[in-house]
């Protein structure tokens, strides 16, 4: 075997050996890369996902505190038209109505 065929076959065996090894690498390392990317849009998504939450969760306290003042308050306004609905009572059944006028 002659030199140039020697440099010759290993060309012929050598190119397509590294072409190989470089379309396996290339074959393995895109789809992790793109698996990294979509992990960290993930991350990003979670990210303002979390701020998202935690100002609904601020605005559901605020909002809870104001329906909790308007429970009491109905109450109070409860208890007022029941004391007075109890006088109404009393004046329809009283003998003399207009005796609560004249105090």
Do not use: C, Y
């Amino acid at each position: 075997m002659s030199e140039i065929e020697f440099v010759g076959l290993f060309f012929l065996v050598v190119i397509p050996v590294i072409a190989s090894i470089i379309a396996l690498v290339k074959t393995f390392t895109t789809p992790m890369i793109e698996l990294n990317t979509t992990m960290v849009e993930l991350k990003e998504s979670i990210k303002s996902l979390h701020s998202d939450m935690s100002r609904q969760d601020q605005r559901l306290d605020i909002h809870g505190d104001r329906i909790d003042s308007l429970e009491h308050a109905v109450t109070e306004h409860g208890v007022r038209i029941s004391h007075l609905e109890g006088k109404v009572r009393e004046w329809l059944n009283a003998e003399d109505p207009m005796r609560f006028w004249r105090r």
